[in-house]
């Protein structure tokens, strides 16, 4: 019945994608962690593209907020989101393998979600599982891909962002960042933190600690920039509105600023971009503002350049 399923799937790219590259696909092993807004159609991106094996990791259920993530349907609410995930994946490509990790991203089985794959997509949002995803992806040599706004909250971008962990020279590095400034977490957290990686045991409230001060400092600096009425990336909305809105929702307001097509496009952004790395493509920094009309390419140079303004945590240092 599938025996010719990868051909069908890729028929309509043949004039882009060659035997070889099918091959290369289909051999191919993405772990996605993160399997919201922007994780899903990632998932969708690459299960259409035929690739082989996918690891998929999140510790969510759907819920009815969740209108702007495309698996949520009124018939998936409660559901956890791996298994909708891979019931999805299965149902475009049942020769596909699928393992999933309904306990998301810990410092415990983050080897066993990343080691062997390809490329890892992070889509995750909470700042402890991202740190975990990059250690992996410096320990293992594998590259990741993270799609999200950027420029936030001052500019209205959207961007994929690759962390190619397979140069020599790219590493994983918190000497230099000040973490407390850019993250609003306590440094010894985040130290605290590795050091559990490091020996692949479970923490789960010193998690739920550094991923609360980071909600609350992302929190408080959006309500500054309302403040501020420098508003340009989060909304077209007068600063009034939103300051309502955000005195209306105080602990949930800073999630309210993503539509559906956003999630949608950074998701595709994400799958192409490892779609293009598994193929051994030339890949980039890349932002589109759907608002205005723009775009903006980076090289290497320039994108590590860019992250280490905003906030990022890797650094190019000698190995």
Known sequence: MHRDLTSS?????????????????????????????????????????AVGAFVLADIDCFDATN?????????????????????????????????????GITPANYAAVCLGADVICNQVDQLAAIMILHYAGARFRIPVVSASRTCWPERHFLGVKIYDYRDPDMQYDMRGIAIEQRWGVEPKLVEALMDYVTREQD????????NAQNTQFRAVRMLEAIQRQETEGISDKSPAYLHGVAHAHPE???????????????????????????????????????????????DRTEAMAYHDMACSAVKAVPA
């Open 203 to 210: 923490c789960p409230e010193l998690v739920a600690e550094i």
């Open 252 to 298: 949930v307001f800073h999630k309210m600023a993503i539509a559906p097509e956003e999630a949608l496009v950074m998701g595709c952004l994400a799958g192409t971009a490892v779609k293009d790395i598994l193929l051994g493509r030339e890949t980039g920094h890349f932002e589109v503002n759907l608002y205005h009309g723009t775009a903006r390419i980076h």
């Open 9 to 49: 799937l890729l028929q309509r790219q043949l004039l882009t994608l060659d035997a070889t590259d099918h091959r290369t696909l289909a051999q191919a092993t993405v772990a996605i962690a993160g399997l919201g807004g922007i994780g899903c159609p990632a998932m969708e991106v690459l299960a259409r593209n």
């Open 67 to 103: 209108a702007r993530q495309l698996y949520m349907t009124q018939a998936t609410i409660g559901l956890p989101k791996v298994a909708v995930s891979c019931e999805r994946l299965l149902a475009i490509n049942p020769r596909a393998s699928v393992r999933t990790f309904s306990d």
